[in-house]
């Protein structure tokens, strides 16, 4: 595709529930990023993957998060029993190159709400 | 650790007006920064890299290591300039960016 394509852009979860994000990278993108926005803050970082490798989990918030992306080019984040506290926004993002310094494409986002 | 610091949630200025949108950070070693932009209902865009040194749409921005600023600015603001502005910061050996809470900036005809 032409962009970085998420699904799905809402979600209403109740308490408890478990909840799968998915994420499509722009083809051949080497790099995927998954971020939580929370409302009014800034992006922070969850996760890395590098092709099918998961690089650096270190902004996962707990061990109710997990991501995959097991063919190297579509992602699942899930959340399981979620709780109120991850209501947000998650943001997708892919790059061609290893490093972020040359930028990322950003999904425009699932935002998910628990209740 | 990496700190990205936008002291300003909003800034709003009148159309013509010089725009300087803050940006200061906390990080040991050489970093790269960025600014990042959303437009409304739009999704969240690169707008440029200190490494490049780039002019986008107007918008310039030196990195200052001895202030450890990143500050972005543009000497006429136009409407279409309003937005949400991410300062953005990536540690020279890793690959996530640690974002700022963000500045709007509100151009007013």
């Known amino acids: 595709g032409a962009g970085v394509s998420q699904s799905p852009r809402y979600k209403v979860a109740k308490r408890g529930q478990d909840v799968a994000l998915r994420c499509d990278p722009i083809s051949g993108h080497v790099s995927l990023f998954w971020y939580q926005q929370a409302l009014g803050q800034g992006p922070e970082f969850l996760t890395y993957?590098?092709?099918?490798?998961?690089?650096?989990k270190s902004g996962l918030p707990s061990d109710r998060f997990f991501a995959e992306r097991p063919e190297g080019s579509v992602s699942t984040l899930k959340i399981q029993r979620t709780q109120q506290e991850d209501s947000a926004v998650y943001l997708c993002a892919s790059s061609l190159m290893l490093r972020s310094n040359y930028g990322y494409t950003f999904g425009s986002g699932t935002r998910l709400t628990v209740v | 650790a990496q700190r990205v610091t936008q002291p300003e949630k909003l800034l709003s200025v009148f159309k013509g007006a010089p725009v300087e949108l803050k940006c200061n950070y906390s990080y040991s070693g050489s970093p790269e920064l960025f600014w990042y932009v959303q437009y409304s209902r739009q999704r969240l865009q690169l707008l440029l890299r200190?490494?490049s040194r780039e002019s986008i749409k107007g918008f310039t921005a030196d990195l200052n290591k001895g202030e450890t600023s990143f500050h972005l600015k543009k000497p006429f603001a136009q409407e279409e300039d309003s937005a949400m502005y991410y300062c953005?910061?990536?540690?020279?050996?890793?690959?996530?960016?640690?974002f700022g809470a963000g500045t709007i900036l509100r151009v007013k005809s």
């Open positions: 993957f590098q092709n099918e490798a998961q690089l650096d």
């Open positions: 200190h490494i």
């Open positions: 953005a910061l990536s540690g020279e050996y890793g690959n996530k960016l640690v």
